[in-house]
């Protein structure tokens, strides 16, 4: 009886630095999100994204030095949702920097072997401090989407192939 209710108490104290970790991130990368001017890059997303849907996958084909058509994309749908000021071009990519923050715990507990989700929170509180993170995070382009699509691939390879006993077929 003794050793749920303690494991219960841990989960609960992992859940609660979890929340803490993703607020001080969430307020740290929000912190005068909207004080600069959008940079040349990120009026060239805004310009990108505000185009019609087909608009846009023509424009990228076509465009050589552009990003791949997801992000533009998913900030076309957000700029329907939350609108084209500085402030929510810019809350996109802090909302995709907390989902790597997060991956980064995953990423961090199938690594070292543990299922319990304390292992990840120290990898997952130094990405959020990094200051290429903390910069990238606050700015309206993919980078932050490109962490997360980054650390979802590594962790799926670590979850699905490494461990098999007859690579590279998945696990």
Sequence with gaps: ????????????????????????????????????DLTFDEAATYLVANRPLPDILRY??????????????????WMVLAGTG???????????????LTL????????MGRSGSAGGLLPAALLA?????????REARMYSLGVVWTVLSAGLFLRDWLPAKDWPRRA
């Design 104 to 111: 980064t715990g995953w990423l961090a507990r199938l690594a």
């Design 1 to 36: 009886m003794d050793s749920a209710v303690n494991s219960q108490r841990r989960n609960l104290l992992v859940l609660l630095a979890w929340c803490l970790l993703l607020m001080l991130a969430w307020g740290l990368w929000l912190w005068r999100l909207d004080a600069n």
């Design 60 to 77: 990228l084909r076509t465009a050589v030095r552009e990003h791949p058509p997801v992000y533009y994309l998913l900030i076309r749908g």
């Design 129 to 137: 401090v990094v200051p290429g993170m903390v910069y990238y995070a």
């Design 86 to 100: 500085e402030f929510t071009l810019r809350l996109f990519s802090v909302g995709a920097g907390l989902v790597a």
